[in-house]
């Protein structure tokens, strides 16, 4: 089964992304210096659980400091210019365009500032991930260590009744055919038969804001390689299986339009906290946002509300395109649907493989940044020699093949002796912009502090994102993330004012990617209120606030953190390959 993000070509309409000036937060006052710190369904029985994407590592955020952690409520501060805090009641800030050399795509009708939400859209369907069908609920797409099983198919699983009945109208018909059919089929499968269940029950068009209709989506069938189609064919032949005979029938045409669709057009959709991708959906606005490499708005999941017991406080999942910076009216909006720290030819060749198009972004064509990301060092003000630098260079890209085989069978011990001996290597000879050393800086800070080793972490981690800050977009959404997590790890360590610091440069970088409502600009708020409390505590005595320190550390020690991803987990939200 072919695995992949949301395509576009030269003539298609699909879609795909994963992601300054601040209004209206309550952000202080930044320093101009990184770290300086800033002042009827079926009954349920219960069962307990046991793709692609590995859990990520989630820095602990009390425990460390447990004898003086403040418990504080993150307010919701809404974004002044935004006007869609939930689904969108229009689509007033954008229109339906053909764009040069792309196809159809969507252009701002009004001007747009950083934060501000262009659009938010439900899911026409989505469903959990092959892989974590035991571990995920299937309502709201929230991890859980204990789930409920529904007692008539036995395979879909939930928090608990409240959300298997939120659930039941779009898993009613879904069950049967489980039952019937003797088993649940893959993820593929599963969302197209709950795409046309929907279709046939409420027509091409769902909504009033919606801008196209499946139909006019490209499929890219025919672009597909021997083994895809293969694989593509017989997830047609098992959909025919599965498919109820008392349902509507169609054509083997628009099973396979809707299946091929769902290939290239399908969004990654994470769980509550955005840190791993456990389900795949099919939002059709989306699919009309174009790629650039360096694009003004990026794509955030909000999973909405489902577990309030009181269904009107409900609120659905859905995506949000949020602006990056400032946009004119008549601008294209775009998304990126790979990550930038890679090579201009690297991307084009992501691009070509999943996306069927070449790609043609001025970043691409002057490929702009490529000489920092093979840079070499500088040493007493004269350039290591090229000759040494590439050299170097092939040999990192050597042991990072090793390290993430080690990485993938958990021998975490390996991968930091791995790494340990290549920045070694790499020390002296390559920039602090080459993407190698760059990936060995945030594989090391990522297990080292899953080890605990929190001063060497601390160490890398600010390696690392200073790096970023000379590649990334300033708003990048993998920025913030990466900045937050470097942020954490320097609070683990003790270094409580340059945590502090790291901690709200991204908290504002979040603020523009994900919200003032999202879940982890909500802990990172109650992180930085919390850390800035410990810095005043600092500040005033020094010797008190280690001493009060080491004896939160001895009295509540602090638990193992979760195993480092195998791969990045915000990135490429969108399915890929």
């Known amino acids: 089964m072919r695995v992949k993000s949301v395509q576009t070509s030269a003539t298609s309409n699909s879609i795909k992304s994963h992601p300054a000036v601040i209004v209206a937060s309550p952000v202080p006052a930044l320093s101009t210096d990184l770290w300086e710190p800033c002042p009827g369904p079926s009954r349920v029985t219960t069962h307990t659980s046991s793709r692609n994407t590995p859990s990520e590592p989630q820095h602990g955020t009390a425990g460390a400091l447990g004898y003086f952690s403040i418990l504080v409520s993150a307010r919701g501060i809404p974004d002044a210019r935004s006007k869609l805090t939930g689904c969108s009641e229009d689509m007033e800030f954008v229109e339906v365009f053909d764009s040069p050399g792309k196809g159809r795509g969507l252009r701002a009708t009004k001007e747009l500032w950083a934060g501000d939400v262009l659009f938010a859209e439900a899911p026409l369907a989505s469903v959990v991930l092959d892989s974590l069908v035991s571990s995920v609920c299937h309502?709201?797409?929230?991890?859980?260590?204990?789930?409920q099983r529904c007692g008539q198919c036995r395979f879909a699983q939930y928090c608990d009744r409240t959300c298997q009945r939120a659930s039941w109208e779009e898993h009613k018909l879904e069950c049967a055919s489980i039952k019937s059919y003797g088993k649940a089929p893959n993820e593929n499968i599963r969302l197209a038969a709950r795409i046309m269940w929907r279709i046939d029950k409420e027509g091409m068009v769902v909504s009033d804001t919606q801008?196209?209709?499946?139909?006019?989506?490209?499929n890219h069938i025919c672009d597909m390689n021997e083994?895809?189609?293969?694989d593509f064919k017989v997830d047609i032949h098992n959909f025919l299986d599965f498919w109820p005979r008392v349902s509507k029938q169609h054509t083997v045409d628009s099973i396979s339009h809707i299946l091929g669709v769902i290939n290239c057009n399908g969004f990654m959709v994470s769980d509550q906290r955005g840190l791993q991708a456990v389900g795949v959906g099919l939002f059709p606005n989306l699919c009309l946002v174009n790629h650039d490499c360096w694009p003004n708005c990026t794509v955030i999941l909000n999973n909405g509300n489902q577990s309030a017991v009181d269904t009107m406080y409900h609120s659905q999942k859905r995506i949000e395109l949020r602006a990056l910076g400032k946009i004119s009216p008549g601008e294209e909006v775009t998304v990126s649907y790979v990550d930038y720290l890679n090579l201009s030819e690297d991307r084009k060749r992501l691009l070509k493989q999943q996306y069927y198009f070449d790609c043609t972004c001025e970043h691409c064509t002057n490929k702009t940044k490529d000489d920092l990301k093979m840079a070499g060092a500088e040493v007493d003000g004269e350039k290591v020699p090229e000759e040494k630098v590439k050299e170097i260079t092939e040999y990192s890209r050597t042991m990072l093949e090793k390290m993430e085989k080690a990485r993938l069978d958990a021998n975490y011990n390996q991968v930091v002796k791995i790494c340990r001996e290549c920045?070694?290597?790499?020390?002296?000879?390559?920039?602090d912009t080459h993407i190698y050393q760059l990936r060995m800086w945030c594989t090391l800070s990522e297990v080292l502090s899953y080890l605990q080793f929190f001063d060497e972490a601390s160490t890398y981690a600010r390696k690392m994102v200073e790096g970023y800050l000379k590649l990334y977009h300033p708003n990048n959404a993998q920025l913030g993330m990466a900045t937050m997590r470097a942020g954490v790890t320097h609070w683990q360590a003790g270094l409580i004012e340059v945590g502090h610091g790291m901690i709200c440069k991204a908290y504002a970088i979040l603020m523009i990617t994900h919200g003032p409502m999202h879940p982890i600009t909500k802990d990172l708020e109650a992180m930085r209120i919390q850390t800035e409390m410990e810095l005043r505590m600092f500040k005033q005595n020094e010797y008190v606030y280690h001493s009060m320190r080491e004896a939160a550390l001895q009295n509540q020690p602090m638990k193992m953190m979760s195993e480092p991803a195998a791969n990045e987990s915000i990135k490429n939200l969108f399915r890929r390959k």
């Open 139 to 147: 309502g709201c797409f929230r991890r859980q260590e204990k789930l």
């Open 423 to 431: 920045v070694e290597k790499q020390k002296d000879v390559l920039a």
């Open 227 to 230: 083994d895809d189609l293969k």
């Open 211 to 218: 801008m196209t209709t499946l139909d006019e989506l490209e």
